[in-house]
């Protein structure tokens, strides 16, 4: 069946390569930038236990509606936690925060909800435990 | 190739739109993303564009034909007609390279999609939508094999994210299932072959068009929703926006010869979601021997159309600008 030699073909080894490092560098530059705003990092972290939490607060991966964004904390039997007092910082338009009084130890919701400036809104929850 | 008036006009748009056979569609509901799945068409209506979409795979040989290099490139543009009414239009050049053999090329039949989604949960992360696609007969070329009658195939689908799991498994909440059951219905039922044999007499052969059920699944573990609703593990820039994704995507005839018997591919890969568009890649390994022996590979570029310019792809005839994708 191979009596005919078959083409032969351009090593695709260095465009392949090429385009790995294109696509590497395409990530890694891209990833900052969202149309839906969606959280970066936060205070306390997602899932995690701390000794205290005076202030719960949000970094999106973009700039956020003031008037359109919401933040509050409940406790495990759903109360509101928090002082009503959600704000998207004046110095940092990506960063929702929340104060929150003195809290007991046990596990805390934090719900939230954003529009970006581009009109996109998410919303979303997590927990965190305080010792 | 059978011609039809519409055919010059219908490829010149696929052309530019581009293509079917890998189907998809992403997605918000509550806080749950569902990216665009690669092999797998999945629940939701959007405005998107597919391109390119390539496959590429080393076929077995047999006794009438040699080992074969395929390569697909395909593209797909979909369009929201309302909140929860899409349309889709693709299509596929196909790539056949016989080692040894002159190498064929030309397009595959154009796909027409209808979607629509009846029935959403928020807080369960899940939606079930209902559809049909129309592989349009004589739109493509007969020498890679497209067929010169319609199917028709009526689907069902479903998304389900796992974020209302009990926090005794909130590990499992990152977790989401997609799914699609069809109905591939030709509209020819027989393939006729006339021919002439050594005797000088005529032989007619018919060869079914057998109605195949179409189905298959996604199972995906979202990184982005690990780290943004269950726990921050520190993942850096990008594998925090990365998809691990496992597609399964299988083919039961239900009548003739083969009735019964599944073929199918295993696809193990993942997805990288950002602003305005997605990247994926999967290996493409079939599940038996009568499916193939060889693995190939898929890869995928899908833009955000809603994303990228809103107030023009979001333009919809009944319900206006919609805005980006979001179940309501």
Not at chain 1, 94 to 122: M, N
Not at chain 2, 129 to 145: H, L, P, Q, Y
Not at chain 2, 171 to 194: K, M, S
Request: aromatic content about 10%; glycine content about 10%; proline content about 8%.
């Amino acid at each position: 069946m191979d009596a005919v030699p078959r083409r032969a073909r351009a090593d695709p080894a260095p465009v392949a390569v090429r385009a790995l490092w294109a696509v590497a560098a395409l990530l890694v530059t891209a990833a900052p930038a969202w149309g839906h705003a969606f959280p970066d990092h936060s205070e306390p972290r997602v899932g995690h236990t701390v000794a205290a939490a005076p202030v719960v607060r949000i970094w999106f991966d973009g700039a956020i509606e003031p008037v359109f964004s919401t933040l509050r904390v409940e406790d495990a039997d759903k109360r509101r936690m928090d002082r009503n007092d959600a704000r998207v910082s004046a110095g940092d338009g990506s960063l929702l925060e929340v104060s929150l009084p003195p809290l007991a130890p046990g596990r805390y919701q934090v719900f939230w909800s954003v529009v970006a400036r581009d009109g996109h809104r998410t919303e979303g929850s997590f927990a965190f435990r305080i010792k | 190739m059978r011609s039809r008036p519409c055919a010059v006009l219908l490829w010149a748009t696929a052309l530019v739109m581009a293509a079917a056979g890998h189907a998809s569609a992403h997605g918000l509901i509550g806080q749950r993303f569902f990216p665009a799945t690669l092999t797998i068409d999945d629940p939701f209506v959007a405005d998107e564009l597919s391109l390119p979409t390539v496959f590429h795979i080393r076929n077995r040989g047999s006794e009438e034909s040699p080992p074969t290099l395929q390569t697909d490139l395909s593209g797909e543009v979909s369009k929201r007609l309302s909140p929860n009414l899409g349309v889709s239009l693709g299509g596929t050049y196909t790539l056949l390279d016989p080692l040894p053999g002159k190498s064929v090329s030309g397009f595959d039949n154009m796909e027409v999609s209808l979607k629509y989604v009846f029935w959403k949960s928020a807080a369960h992360e899940t939606l079930l939508s209902a559809g049909v696609s129309w592989d349009v007969g004589g739109t493509g070329s007969k020498k890679i094999g497209a067929e010169s009658f319609d199917t028709v195939t009526p689907q069902l689908f479903f998304g389900k994210g796992f974020g209302d799991l009990p926090d005794a498994v909130e590990g499992l909440r990152p977790l989401a299932l997609t799914g699609a059951l069809g109905l591939d219905i030709p509209t020819r039922r027989f393939n006729q072959t006339i021919s002439v044999n050594d005797d000088g007499e005529v032989e007619v052969e018919r060869e079914l068009n057998a109605k195949t059920m179409q189905w298959g699944f996604s199972l995906q573990y979202s990184l982005q929703y690990l780290q943004s609703f269950v726990r921050d593990v520190g993942l850096p820039t990008p594998f925090n926006r990365m998809i691990p994704i496992v597609e399964i995507a299988m083919q039961t005839p239900i009548e003739g010869p083969h009735a019964g018997r599944t073929t199918g591919t295993i696809n193990p890969g993942v997805i990288w979601f950002g602003r305005y568009f997605q990247l994926g890649i999967e290996a493409v390994i079939p599940v038996n021997t009568m499916t193939g022996k060889n693995v190939g590979v898929l890869a995928q570029a899908h833009f955000y159309l809603d994303d990228i310019a809103p107030r023009i792809f979001t333009w919809t005839p009944f319900h206006g600008v919609l805005g980006p994708t979001r179940p309501q």
